[in-house]
C-alpha cells in the first residue's frame, strides 16, 4: 500500500495523519457488544423485561410448559409470585417501535425475531452519514 509518493514533507504528514485518523475511524465503528449481537440474531426477544419484580413471558405456550413442570414440581406458588405471561406488552413494544422507526424510513416487518435487516438499513444510513463526517473531521485535523 502506497499512502504517498512524489509528495513534500508536510503533504506526506497530511496523508499520514490522514490515514490515522481513518483508522481510528474504522476501528471505532467496529466496536459494539456482545448484547447488541444477541439483540441482532433474536431482536426483542433477547431481552429479558420484568414488570412488578416478575419476569414478563412473550410466548405463552412456554409459559404454559413451565407453568405446569412448576405444577409437578410443587413450585407453583413461587413461580406464578415471580412469572407472568404478557404477550400483548411485546406486540405493543413491538409496534410502537416499529412505528418510530418507520418514522425515520427503516421498514422492518417486527423487532420480535431476526434483526439482522434492520441492521443492515442502518448501516446503509450510517455509512452514508459517516462518509459526510468523516470527510468534515479529516478536513478540520488536516487543516493549519
Known sequence: MS???NVTYHELLDRLLEFMVR???GEAIDKF???QEELRRSGLRAIEFARDGKALWW???AFENELAEELRDGTLDRFLAHNEVDADFFD???NE???RLSGKGYKVP???GDLKKLYEEIAADLSDRLTAAQEGLVTEVLSR
Open 92 to 94: 405493543r413494544a413491538d
Open 3 to 5: 499512502l504517498a509518493e
Open 23 to 25: 483508522a481510528a475511524i
Open 110 to 112: 417486527t423487532l420480535q
Open 33 to 35: 457488544d456482545w448484547e
Open 59 to 61: 410466548d405463552r405456550a
Open 97 to 99: 417501535l416499529g412505528a
